[in-house]
């Protein structure tokens, strides 16, 4: 499995952005399809964002289409999420996730992603 770690959450006021960051270790980064989610107090967990192996296919939450935008560098082996216009109900705990996919497929089921990362609290206020 790949080792993942996020940074980049914090707080910020309601229409601000804020750049969340994962970085992998341990597996070939390229053959994961990278994803994020994210939870809030009460919630259940929701798949925000996802990018496979190229970059060539995303996928968006309607809550968040247009305002997020998940990139990935596979030479720094490194996901991004790019979240623009915040709202105060994207306040959550966002999690970086990958699913093995060597053949450049893509995951939206919880239960293939199969690496998480720690977490990172965003919180916006309005």
């Known amino acids: 499995q790949v080792q993942l770690v996020e940074s980049g959450g914090g707080m910020v006021q309601a229409g601000g952005s804020l750049r969340l960051s994962c970085a992998a270790s341990?597996?070939?980064?390229?053959?994961?399809?990278m994803g994020w989610f994210r939870q809030a107090p009460g919630k259940e967990q929701e798949f925000v964002a996802g990018?496979?192996?190229?970059?060539?296919?995303?996928y968006y939450a309607d809550s968040v289409k247009g305002r997020f935008t998940i990139s990935r560098d596979n030479a720094k082996n490194t996901a991004h999420l790019q979240m623009n216009s915040l709202k105060p109900e994207d306040t959550a705990v966002y999690y970086c996730?990958?699913?093995?996919?060597?053949?450049?497929?893509?995951?939206?089921?919880?239960?293939?992603?199969?690496?998480w990362g720690q977490g990172t609290q965003v919180t916006v206020s309005s």
């Open positions: 996730s990958a699913c093995y996919r060597p053949n450049g497929g893509s995951c939206r089921a919880r239960g293939d992603f199969t690496s």
């Open positions: 990018i496979n192996w190229s970059g060539g296919s995303t």
């Open positions: 341990g597996r070939t980064f390229g053959n994961y399809y």
